[in-house]
């Protein structure tokens, strides 16, 4: 998955720097790259539960780290269960928002005649494993904090 990850943010990189570098020498950029690289994002929500499984996540801990385990599984447990509360709204509003897309049968422009409830959908499955991965993560963290 990371690896997937990783050239998603290639492939974007490289036409951000293609389309900027066609504008500026020739007057000519590449059609359609904005909804591209719109795209490419939304599909880097896929590694997001990745990264939470693996504990890769950003962390700031100068004064966690000086609090015994089970304080530190509390306070993990609160911010995790906080993070899945707001990642279970997310989720119930890119489903409301793909089928709405797709009711609609809504493109990304009048140049890019690509539907874009696929990539909700895309999203919608992202943040719905992050939720997976965070019910889990919480459940080990009140085990931790209940002693077991």
Not at 30 to 45: D, R, Y
Not at 93 to 115: C, D, G, I, K, M
Not at 116 to 136: E, H
Request: charged share 10%; with cysteine.
């Amino acid at each position: 998955m990371i690896y997937v990850e990783l050239v998603l943010v290639m492939i974007l990189m490289l036409l951000t720097v293609s389309d900027v570098f066609l504008r500026f020498a020739f007057n000519h950029p590449i059609k359609g790259t904005a909804e591209m690289a719109m795209f490419i994002m939304v599909s880097l929500v896929l590694g997001v539960a990745w990264c939470a499984l693996k504990d890769q996540h950003i962390k700031i801990d100068m004064v966690m780290i000086h609090f015994p385990k089970r304080v530190q599984a509390v306070v993990d447990a609160i911010t995790l269960f906080a993070g899945l509360v707001i990642s279970v709204i997310i989720t119930s509003r890119a489903f409301v928002e793909s089928s709405w897309e797709l009711r609609f049968n809504y493109t990304a422009s009048q140049v890019f005649l690509v539907p874009t409830f696929p990539f909700w959908w895309i999203y919608a499955l992202g943040w719905t494993m992050l939720c997976v991965v965070l019910v889990t993560l919480v459940a080990q963290k009140v085990m931790v904090a209940a002693g077991r």
